[in-house]
Nanobody, 129 residues
Framework: VQLVESGGGLVQPGGSLRLSCAAS????????IGWFRQAPGKEREGVSC????????HYADSVKGRFTISRDNAKKMVYLQMNSLKPEDTAVYYC???????????????????????WGQGTQVTVSS
């Protein structure tokens, strides 16, 4: 199982970035994928997760309306479009995967750090002027 994140970098407040997560080594279609982040001195937290079955998504309140998650099963890719970035979005961003049978549990209940089994190495996002 391999998850590889890319697309991080330095961006000014108000700017945008698109993170990508490339998956391999498992049956991607049957896995929910989540984006998580960890800022220095803070616990890792869920940002957004997307269901295996119908592409339904869950977002943390802090990113609703600014971030959009999407998946391309044919390419085994998941994306996180981040707009209107704020300095508090600065963190290492990780993608992770968990087996999800028939879309259950719903993605709104499947976006916790401890629920995910496979993790990438992370990509740094820094929002600063």
């Amino acid at each position: 199982v391999q998850l590889v994140e890319s697309g991080g970098g330095l961006v000014q407040p108000g700017g945008s970035l698109r993170l990508s997560c490339a998956a391999s080594g498992f049956n991607f279609d049957y896995y929910a994928i989540g984006w998580f982040r960890q800022a220095p001195g803070k616990e890792r937290e869920g940002v957004s997760c997307v269901s295996s079955s119908d592409g339904s998504a869950h977002y943390a309140d802090s990113v609703k309306g600014r971030f959009t998650i999407s998946r391309d099963n044919a390419k085994k890719m998941v994306y996180l479009q981040m707009n209107s970035l704020k300095p508090e979005d600065t963190a290492v961003y990780y993608c992770a995967a968990v087996y999800q049978i028939g879309g259950r549990p719903p993605i709104s209940l499947l976006c916790g750090v401890s629920q995910y089994h496979y993790w990438g190495q992370g990509t740094q996002v820094t929002v600063s002027s």
